[in-house]
């Protein structure tokens, strides 16, 4: 109940707003203006909330569900997004950029996370986690000069765990394989190894590029 009240007021703010000064408005003129002034207010709050917060604040419910598809429908909702709050704006496009990934649009996915950095991140955390993700979008895209800037800002920025360390490390590696930068290679295989890694993917992508530098001499 409390939450269904929460989305119809985050939802309907401007229909609110203008409820509310009208309503004032009627006060006014019936009864007394001191008496409206709390009605005017919360209109003023409600229709900046509107277009300052949008619907973000109902975001976080569709992510830990999992509701990938309610959280791309709420993001739909917002018409302006230029007009969000900075920092609300920043996360808007951010996780834009992250829905876009899960659907390979990585052209989209580029633009919003260069939308999100530009707009100001202000945990740097969060910064290096948006550069690690356009250097592993401009990786799949074969963009290597590109994918190792960002994946370098990304570590100089810091990330939030030794997960995304150890595949920034790995990305920065393979890139070197490629360049048959064998030292450097080793080098960032072996600050990946070293960040020993929990995720099962990442171990497993560990494992098999520690077969491959093991033949590789020196």
């Known amino acids: 109940m409390k939450n269904n009240l929460r989305r119809f007021i985050v939802f309907n703010r401007l229909p609110i707003a203008v409820v509310l000064l009208g309503l004032g408005v009627w006060i006014g003129f019936e009864a007394s203006w001191w008496a409206a002034v709390p009605l005017f207010l919360i209109a003023i709050l409600m229709a900046t909330a509107h277009f300052l917060i949008g619907p973000m604040t109902l975001i976080q419910g569709y992510i830990e569900n999992g509701d990938m598809e309610g959280a791309q429908a709420l993001l739909n909702k917002v018409k302006y997004p230029n007009l969000l709050y900075k920092p609300v704006r920043s996360s808007y496009y951010m996780l834009r950029a992250n829905l876009s990934t899960m659907t390979d649009d990585l052209d989209k996915a580029e633009a919003d996370l260069k939308k999100s950095l530009e707009t100001g991140i202000t945990e740097k955390e969060f910064e290096g986690t948006a550069y690690l993700q356009l250097g592993s979008i ?14 370098r800002k990304a570590l100089k920025a810091g990330l939030p765990d030794k ?17 048959r930068d064998f030292r450097n290679a080793k080098l960032y295989f ?24 093991a033949r590789i001499p020196g």
């Open 190 to 213: 072996g600050k990946a190894k070293s960040c020993k890694p929990k995720n099962a993917q990442v171990v497993e992508q560990i494992n098999e590029m520690g077969k491959y530098m």
């Open 138 to 151: 401009a990786y799949r895209k074969g963009n290597m000069k590109e994918a190792n800037e960002n994946l």
């Open 163 to 179: 997960d995304n360390e150890a595949t920034a490390y790995l990305q920065l590696s393979s890139i070197c394989l490629q360049r």
